[in-house]
């Protein structure tokens, strides 16, 4: 994702229920993750190519935010999907 001259930030990500098949090969160490600076949450659920009808929760260091939220180094992201079996 890094591109020459953009400006990299580190968050912490954990996506949760079926949403977690999404991260295999994009996650790093610790649940990190490598994003350009001034993504939103909505860009962060295309970079892992999760599906726009998954209907997700986001959870910004423990608050509800909205898709358009942009996050910020060192935010920790919690991705839940509104359906979740049982």
Do not use: A, W
Not at 3 to 23: F, P
Not at 40 to 61: A, M, S
Not at 70 to 75: A, K, P, R, S
Request: charged share 30%; proline share 2%; aromatic share 6%.
């Amino acid at each position: 994702m890094e591109i020459e001259g953009d400006v990299i930030v580190k968050i912490k990500t954990k996506l949760h229920t079926i949403l977690k098949k999404y991260i295999r090969e994009k996650i790093m160490e610790n649940d990190i993750v490598e994003i350009k600076e001034n993504t939103t949450l909505q860009d962060l659920t295309r970079y892992f190519n999760i599906p726009e009808n998954k209907g997700i929760i986001f959870l910004v260091n423990n608050s509800p935010q909205d898709k358009e939220y942009t996050l910020q180094e060192g935010d920790e992201v919690k991705l839940f999907s509104l359906i979740c079996g049982g």
